[in-house]
């Protein structure tokens, strides 16, 4: 073969390979996925291909489903105000935290305007499908989920705190980094547990580490060393956790059913399975 034919050939092979890469795969409401997304999503979340693939047109569904939805500038100033307050700190602060975790700010800025669309969103086309529970309901969903509602007689934990949110995600992706972190032991009988931390701890198993959050006076996370034995809450204690509890299971299964029947209308075009 004349060696410019074969050269020309292996560039024509090797660019049509190269476009292979991250060709189109499927267009979701006229939005494209691309073989390159698939294969990072894959990558990344440890997936397969088809869970992928699931994954990003739910996300093209959602975008869809928002692309009407309008967050101001505005809103998004209010809401970054908000969270700074929350982690008492100055927005210039925040800036610099941010910035730490290797985020910029405006990726930042984009995050909160995206969660401020969705938080729309459920208000508008979702909040207004759940009915408010009846008794019997939530003494059902009491019933089937005694695991939520177990209060244990004590927990024996070791407090990690930091004026710093950086140097407690740090301690948390390496327990050495302990630089700029207090740490002390305490034992709390299940009784004095506020609702917010009953619920982390019942969702953290011993050994493991409850989600970092703020106390009002620091950045605080709890390494789970023991729990006693568990008790089931009577109902009419436990009444306001069923209840938030409930919700919560309501809008999960509230936002998969909208989702599901949009997916069942939705122009889904396969062009690389």
Not at 53 to 59: A, C, E
Not at 81 to 101: D, F, H, P, R
Not at 243 to 271: C, L, N, R
């Amino acid at each position: 073969m004349n060696k410019l034919l074969f050269l020309s050939l292996c560039l024509f092979l090797g660019a049509a390979e190269a476009k292979m890469v991250n060709a189109i795969a499927i267009v979701v409401e006229g939005e494209p996925i691309t073989t390159a997304e698939i294969s990072a999503v894959q990558t990344q979340m440890h997936i397969s291909k088809e869970e992928a693939k699931t994954m990003l047109i739910d996300n093209r569904l959602q975008k869809a489903a928002m692309k009407d939805i309008v967050v101001t500038e505005d809103e998004v100033d209010e809401r970054v105000a908000l969270i700074a307050k929350q982690n008492n700190m100055s927005t210039e602060k925040l800036q610099g935290a941010v910035k730490q975790q290797g985020l910029t700010w405006s990726k930042f800025r984009d995050q909160i305007k995206t969660a401020l669309k969705k938080q729309k969103f459920f208000k508008t086309k979702i909040a207004n499908t759940i009915m408010a529970p009846s008794d019997d309901e939530l003494r059902l969903f009491y019933q089937n989920h005694p695991e939520l509602f177990s209060m244990p007689s004590s927990i024996t934990m070791t407090e990690y705190s930091s004026s710093s949110p950086t140097a407690i995600q740090a301690f948390l992706q390496n327990p050495a980094q302990s630089k700029g972190v207090k740490s002390r032991t305490v034992t709390i009988k299940g009784s004095e547990l506020t609702p917010q931390l009953h619920a982390m701890i019942a969702q953290t198993q011993v050994g493991g580490f409850t989600p970092p959050f703020n106390n009002g006076n620091a950045y605080v996370t709890f390494l789970v060393k023991a729990k006693g034995a568990s008790a089931l809450k009577p109902f009419d204690q436990a009444k306001e956790s069923v209840t938030v509890e409930w919700k919560k299971d309501q809008q999960d299964d509230a936002i998969k059913d909208y989702f599901e029947k949009m997916k069942s209308k939705a122009s889904i075009e396969i062009i690389r399975p």
